[in-house]
């Protein structure tokens, strides 16, 4: 694009106001769930900005189906402002993604605060909040390379100062917002406890650039509230907007009334039914716990139209329960409202969810514990609970013989007794066949040498080693493309 004039791009406070028309109600990236139907569905309901899920920098640029399937899928109009967030590690990398994205997109989000053990095992996220050399060239080269802004999000460190430091360390480096999540990168799941507003309220004093706060938001006067202590510019909800994406509006209606229209949005934007089923998991989350066995119709449905069918059996529950409601008594449990209206879901504290109550004991061995009465994992038991006749009784599993050359299975009617990768290899080698394996080296030399004896104007083929130039790896040529 060298050579086109293009108009100074926005920034800071002016990037805000005039291309996010000062936006203060915000949906979070979410990883498979803030998908264009449930942001249309989230803008219809108080949201004045959203962000795209997070998507791998490095896929997105090798990979033209996964650039379609998450962002040139269709144009929408409607669907803006909206930020795309990427997580990435390298900085050119991180450059060409953005590139390819934005104009699709009002600016484009480096991810800097995933917690999860992907992350870590990705080395992206809130486990690159140490490197700050790296983070100051991918900024600073985004800055330069994109015609939109460049903004971040991130995890606060446990020390107020250092956190400071870090936010600075991003708007010097060309940052133009900056959202803080006020939890560190340990609190997550039972763990999460509460994030610290203080940390965000202290960034937003350092720094020269609008801040959207992250964290404890679970309704409307939560959203205000967090405005004026922290000062910040915007709002940003996950988990509340998952449960309520009314949140905005100050509203807690009736969970089908979103849940039918999510799904008539659906309809016009499909996405994958996953992402369908995880949402309808969050919005029904406390009409399961009283309605268990809908949870495993839900859990087991393979079309949209199963989907809806589960919804509408879960509203008619409702409504028999809300006849039999009888007046004066109070919600079951622990819960603001009946289960059938749109509320958070409270997590538990990290009291709770500690190593001190546990015993010691890490979380996946409390979930194991927790499980079953068989010994069976939570995630098995959804396995077998989608396949009754799955077994995971390891003498019960197929032994499978392996390969003489590489360890992997071999195939049971392979004349080298080796897997298709080796048999394949040596077949050609040696041009000999393997039936087994549906290789016919040998038999398609053989046919080709007869068809050009037919052929009294081609010259007569020299008699070669086959591998040797103009020998049979010549005729073969493309018998292994």
Known sequence: MRGVERMPKLQGFEFWSRTLGGARHVVAPMVDQSELAWRLLSRRHG??????????????????????????????????????????????????????????????????GCPQMIAKRGHYGAFLQEEWDLLQRMIMLAHERLSVPVTCKIRVFPEIEKTVRYAQMLEKAGCQLLTVHGRTKEQKGPMAGTASWEHIKAVRKAVGIPVFANGNIRCLQDVERCIQDTGVQGVMSAEGNLHNPALFEGRSPAVWELAEE???????????????????????????????????????????????????????????????????????????????????????????????????????????????????????????????????????????????????????????????GCCKKRAFRETADCPGHGLLFKTKLEKSLAWKETQPGLQEPQQVRPGTPGGFSEVMGSALA
């Open 262 to 420: 999510y799904l008539d949005i659906v309809q016009q934007h499909p996405c994958p039914l996953s992402y369908v089923r995880a949402h309808l998991f969050k919005l029904w989350h406390h009409t399961l716990q009283v309605h268990q066995q809908l949870r495993e119709e839900l859990a087991k449905v393979k079309t949209l139209e199963g989907v809806a069918a589960v919804s509408q059996a879960l509203k008619l529950r409702c409504q028999e329960d809300m006849s039999r409601q009888q007046e004066g008594v109070r919600p079951a449990g622990n819960l603001a409202d009946f289960h059938w209206i749109c509320q958070p879901y409270i997590r538990p504290g990290p009291k709770e969810g500690s190593k001190e109550n546990s015993g010691g004991r890490s979380k996946r061995a409390l979930e194991e514990e927790e499980g079953s009465m068989d010994g069976l994992s939570k995630n098995k038991l959804k396995k077998q609970l989608r396949n009754p006749h799955k077994t995971f009784d390891p003498s019960l599993k197929p032994k499978y013989a392996k390969c003489d050359q590489c360890g992997n299975p071999k195939g049971n009617r392979c004349v080298f007794n080796l897997c298709r």
């Open 47 to 112: 949201a004045q900005l959203c962000y795209t899920p997070m998507l791998h920098a490095q896929v997105f640029v090798r990979d033209a189906n996964y650039r379609k399937e998450n962002l040139y899928c269709e144009v929408c109009p409607e669907d803006r402002p909206l930020i795309v967030q990427f997580c990435a590690n390298d900085p050119e990398v991180f450059v060409q993604a953005a590139l390819l994205a934005q104009d699709y997109c009002d600016a484009i989000d480096l991810n800097l």
